[in-house]
């Protein structure tokens, strides 16, 4: 029995990019639970408004890169985010003035809503993959490791090695602080209230005096950010290709609705148990309970409730099960 | 006339037919004046048209003297005439403080005398400011409603049934806060559904049935009028 190695282990494999995965999951799916309490529809087109935000900022990282412009060792596209999110604000609030604005005005279903953001979602796609094609690009530059295998093994002296690579460090921390800024943000700032209470009681916020199309466009504002961080960190840490993004749509409302929709800290936990649960049931635990087991009981086959193809099947049974058994998510969120 | 605040000849409806029918309700500076009369009579929706969230086809509403027929509901609160609706008249997941907050939102001076003018009348809300309004008890909730509109310093307050819903003890308790209100010279317009204690506090009683006005006096006099207690509060 090791112990140790067997937590060295699971944390290398599995707990780690479960973790970063969760909080690219995270920033996507507060985005996604902000529109559906403040413009009150399902935003379909978060997955690829993620991939064309992440275009721009990989557009934006190739410019830096021409001209010899970097911030050794963190990667290029940090300094493109600005860039980034100035074209996701733009895209985002022509979509909103071009589309969603009158359907606010006719005061449309929401399922009307989610129609016409399924057509923004085709457009957007066909956008991005005007510019980036529908092949990988990689755009991670700077210092890869924060430390890598051997150094972990050399430092330890263990068995088994631990890596952490730069895009799950900073993805981590730029989540982290990105949360904490936004719950100051709501709960703080007058603009944060004014949001909250459209969200709470539209009639009574129009009679507050809150101005809804100032709303609006501060809650596409956040969007955008979140959307930008999201979509570039997930882009630093598993290379960008615009169907994946499409693909995150799923994970996304599962966390969104798994925590309660309308609920921001909900959101944040559907996120990291979509992402654990993901990881945790596709992981291969033969290694681990290898270390686990006593002597002359160790699995001989690999351990592993699915393959890892099967991971978005994972989501899609968490999101079954949270619409039959609790509608309204952790938080208890509205409900769709 | 000169009233304060004041409806006068109002006819209209939703579109399709009229609702009210030359229907007039009025107020003076500090008094309150309370609209009563059976179901469907036009009660809320006379108020309504006072405050503008109901297109009147006839008729015109003025705001100590200023004809203010054609302003938003939004322009009104500006203009200082504070409304609180009958049902979800809260943000029920803000904290009571927030609420308040929300309800001086248009304030760009500093209100936060005037949120303690607000605990001062309702001392409860001090205790639960905290809270999210949603948790509070149907009572707390409508103080917290009328607190909101009076975050703004109107000078008529408009009430749409404030004790619809809750018990005969709070209903006491909310009529008392309501005349210390209007003892600080703000008018009170109000509908409700419980005539006779309303009328007890009114200084001006409106009884319409059909949209139209059918008997306008002081509270008391319409307590006393026979017909009135035949047909209106049950004897």
């Known amino acids: ?281 596709t992981f291969a635990w033969r290694r681990v309970l290898t270390y686990l087991a006593p002597e002359g009981m160790e699995p001989s086959s690999m351990m592993q409730l699915l393959p890892v193809d099967y991971k978005f099947a994972v989501t899609f049974a968490i999101l079954v099960i949270v619409l039959l058994f609790r509608p309204t998510g952790i938080f208890k969120g509205k409900v769709l | 006339m000169s009233a304060f605040l004041i409806g006068e000849a109002m006819t209209g409806g939703y579109g399709g037919a009229d609702i009210l029918h030359d229907c007039t309700i009025a107020v003076e500076k500090g008094e309150i004046a309370v609209i009563v009369g059976p179901n469907g009579a036009g009660k809320s929706t006379a108020m309504k048209a006072v405050f503008g969230m109901l297109r009147l086809r006839e008729g015109r509403v003025r705001l100590a003297g200023e004809d203010i027929t054609a302003l938003s509901p939004q322009a009104r609160v500006g203009k200082g005439m504070g409304f609180v609706p009958q049902t979800s008249n809260i943000f029920p997941s803000m904290s009571v403080e927030e609420n308040l907050e929300m309800g001086a939102f248009i304030r760009k001076d500093d209100f936060r005398a005037t949120m303690e003018q607000v605990y001062e009348l309702f001392p409860i809300l001090r205790d639960k400011r905290r809270q999210a309004a949603g948790e509070l008890s149907g009572g707390q909730r409508q103080q917290v409603a009328v607190g909101r509109a009076l975050m703004t310093q109107p000078s008529v307050l408009m009430l749409d049934e404030p004790t619809a819903g809750v018990s005969p003890i709070v209903m006491d308790e909310l009529f008392d806060r309501i005349i210390e209100i209007a003892r600080t010279g703000i008018s009170i317009l109000m509908v409700e559904q419980n005539a006779r204690q309303a009328l007890e506090i009114a200084d001006k009683g409106y009884v319409l049935v059909q949209g139209a006005n059918r008997y306008t006096d002081t509270g008391k006099a319409l307590l006393a009028d026979p017909d009135v207690r035949k047909s209106f509060l049950g004897g």
Do not use: C
């Open chain 1, 1 to 281: 029995m090791e112990p140790l190695n067997a937590l060295v282990s699971v944390t290398n494999f599995m707990l780690i990019p479960a973790f970063a995965y969760g909080s690219q999951l995270a920033l996507g799916a507060l985005g996604i639970t902000l529109i559906f309490s403040i413009l009150r529809f399902a935003h379909f087109a978060h997955g690829d408004t993620m991939a064309l935000g992440t275009a721009a900022v990989i557009g934006g990282t190739f410019f830096l890169q021409a001209q010899g412009i970097g911030i050794q060792p963190l990667p290029t596209a940090l300094l493109a985010l600005p860039f980034g999110i100035l074209v996701m604000v733009g895209y985002l609030l022509a979509a909103d003035r071009l589309v969603y604005r009158y359907y606010r005005k006719v005061k449309a279903k929401p399922m009307i809503f989610v129609m016409a953001s399924l057509g923004v979602m085709f457009v957007t796609n066909g956008i991005t993959r005007l510019f980036m094609g529908v092949s990988e690009t990689r755009f991670e530059d700077g210092q890869r490791f924060i430390f890598t295998v051997r150094e972990f093994r050399d430092f330890t002296g263990l068995a088994e090695g631990m890596a952490l690579r730069s895009a799950q460090a900073i993805t981590i921390i730029t989540a982290l602080v990105v949360m904490v800024i936004l719950f100051w943000f709501l709960n703080r700032t007058r603009a944060g209230k004014s949001m909250r209470a459209y969200s709470d009681n539209e009639d009574l916020a129009l009679l507050s005096g809150i101005n809804p199309e100032r709303v609006v466009v501060i809650t596409w504002t956040i969007t955008a950010i979140l959307l930008v961080l999201a979509g570039t960190l997930y882009g630093l840490d598993k290379g960008f290709r615009p169907f994946n993004y499409f693909q995150l749509l799923l994970p996304m409302f599962a966390a969104a609705i798994l925590g309660g929709l309308g609920s921001p800290l909900g959101a944040i936990v559907g996120a990291y148990v979509v992402a654990f649960a993901e990881m945790g049931i």
